[in-house]
């Protein structure tokens, strides 16, 4: 019994124009993310199918699980589309399920085959309970739903299914910075931009020696993760220090963190730029800290004009959790090694702060000139799902 992966294309299907060039992104994902298998992939317009080696299922499952732009896939029995043949394969396949009640699916895109969808299931679902004891038709909520689907040379038989990630397949919608600190929430912020088909680069801001080497390694593994949804991250790591101690001497102690996030944002906006990326990405979330208020954001996001995208800015903490628990990247995050926004942080960071005041306490700084110093001097790795010793040399 021959039997193959099935893809089916989730939102994809919306793109009228475009479709092609979706399809051919998921492919070439699938692609890269099954190389190093031997596998023969095909599509038709709505359809994917992965040949692979019996051996292999289980490990090329859980890869197609982490690629964007599926929304269900399977495992089907393929056989020649001829009535005996579906026949005797539906038998087959019938003898290693447990169930009581079940219900024949039948979707012909071959029109040409001489019998009708719904007639055909009623002729498999006869042939069943003619084969078996004890087994009752259910339409409504069947124990087992046997899917056939006929096409033109083969007919896929099938009866479990599981649903893919979503979304759109990798970087076809163009490339973002993350702003990716080692916290619970920018990690997130990642997974949901990659998810709509964004490509990521991610820029961590460090300020050694107030921050340590263990802070950075928190946010080497968390790209890590984030990998296995795509080819490689980009991560660049600015060196912030002379830059925040400008700040922390200068500047009213309750703006410092508004003042240094402008100066973040400056960076990551002329970063992007370099780097051509659309937009920037964070991981911030509407009232979670005194920098999150809508007061704080218009204030901070004002030294750019660049898109500005926050995935979690509507999110509930516990809603973040679960999700940096599902893509793994929870544990690390709260591993205690503390980040340059919170070794800096005052006591009553401004809630409410004033355009007029930042703009005047950055007089004191010369930090255009700071600024294109720390650029220059950016450290950037690329870090795949697998090389993880081969970076720590670099540190
Ligand atoms: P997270 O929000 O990721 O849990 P956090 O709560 O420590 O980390 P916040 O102070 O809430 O971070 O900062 C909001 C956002 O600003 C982060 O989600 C991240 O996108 C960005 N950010 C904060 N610190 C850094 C940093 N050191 N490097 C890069 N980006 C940062
Ligand atoms: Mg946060």
């Not at 040409?112 to 038709?137: A, R, Y």
């Not at 509407?286 to 926050?310: D, K, Y």
């Amino acid at each position: 019994m021959e039997r193959v992966i099935m893809i089916k294309y989730g939102e994809l299907t919306t793109k009228k124009g475009n479709r092609n060039f979706f399809v051919k992104s998921l492919y070439q994902s699938i692609l890269n993310k099954l190389e190093e298998y031997d596998v023969k992939i095909s599509s038709d317009l709505s359809r994917m199918y992965i040949e692979f080696n019996d051996d292999d299922l289980d490990k090329i499952l859980k890869r197609i699980n982490n690629i964007f732009g599926i929304h269900e896939y399977l495992v089907a029995f393929k056989v020649e589309t001829d009535i005996e043949q579906i026949k005797k394969q539906v038998l087959e396949i019938i003898k290693n399920e447990n169930f009581n009640t079940f219900k024949v699916e039948t979707k012909r895109s071959d029109k040409n085959f001489p019998i009708q969808s719904i007639e055909f299931s009623q002729m498999i679902g006869g042939l069943i309970l003619k084969n078996t004891n004890n087994k009752k038709v259910d339409v409504h909520n069947p124990e087992l739903l046997v899917n056939i689907e006929i096409r033109k040379d083969f007919t896929y038989i099938y009866t479990n299914y599981y649903y893919g990630l979503g979304g759109y397949p990798n970087s076809t919608l163009g490339k973002g910075l993350l702003m990716l600190s080692g916290g619970i929430d920018s990690p997130v912020a990642a997974y949901l931009a990659m998810k709509r088909g964004v490509k990521i680069e991610a820029v961590y801001f460090e300020a050694i020696p107030h921050t340590s080497i263990e802070a950075r390694n928190k946010v080497i593994s968390i790209c890590q993760k984030l990998s296995v949804y795509t080819k490689e991250i980009k991560l660049h790591i600015v060196p912030f220090t002379e830059l925040q101690e400008e700040i922390y001497k200068n500047v009213d102690k309750d703006y410092v963190i508004t003042i240094m996030r402008r100066m973040m944002y400056r960076i990551t906006s002329k970063l992007a730029k370099k780097r051509k990326c659309l937009a920037i990405i964070n991981g911030e979330s509407i009232g979670q800290v005194a920098s999150q208020t809508l007061t704080s954001m218009n204030v901070i996001n004002s030294v750019t004009n660049m898109p500005v995208i926050r995935p979690v800015a509507c999110l509930d903490k516990l809603e973040i959790i679960d999700i940096a628990k599902k893509i793994d990247t929870y544990d690390i995050s709260i591993l205690p090694f503390e980040d340059c926004c919170t070794v800096f942080v005052p006591k009553h960071p401004v809630i409410n702060p004033e355009l007029e005041a930042c703009q005047e306490m950055e007089k004191k700084l010369d930090y255009e000139n700071l600024i294109q110093k720390i650029i220059a001097n950016i450290n950037t790795i690329v870090i795949t799902e697998k090389d993880e010793s081969e970076f720590k040399d670099l540190l």
